[in-house]
């Protein structure tokens, strides 16, 4: 008797202790955007989603899948996430992380799409390089950090996760 007591008070702290205790509040996510989740990592879509509102951004489309490993030789190694703007869709690839891990780079990317809305990044197919404030550059000519677009990314996405930590926790 007193074991079945004991499973039934502790078992279930037991199981809920060892999962994945880091979850998001409930909030009401708006539909302001279309966001496709394909790589199935849960929390993604969510943390775009309120990324896109906290910066005012809306009417676009988002598929967030996994990094290929064509996408990490042509940018020249391990890639945590990246963007791409095809067609008319973002495609945000990303590594799995945790969530708070996420927040943050995920937050980085969502810079990127806005430097893309703003019509202030583009990848040329003609000249196979990126185009950010009407200046031409190679990938491979210019190092990650010495990247116009990634120093102004760097420069507001801890400004932009500490806002979706806000109201997602």
Known sequence: MKYLLFLILFLPITLFANGDKDYFKQIELSNKNEI???NGYEYYDTIVRVALD???ISGIRVVI???SKESEE???GSLEAHVEYINGVYYLYAEKMSREKAIDVISHEVIHIQQYQSKNLEY???CGCVIYDNYQYYLGEVDYNNRPWEEDAFKYD???SSQVNKIIW
Request: charge should be negative; proline fraction near 0%; hydrophobic fraction near 50%.
């Open 36 to 38: 496709a989740l394909v």
């Open 54 to 56: 906290a910066i005012g």
């Open 65 to 67: 899948d996994k990094v």
């Open 74 to 76: 042509s940018f020249g």
């Open 124 to 126: 040329s197919i003609e």
């Open 158 to 160: 801890n400004y932009l």
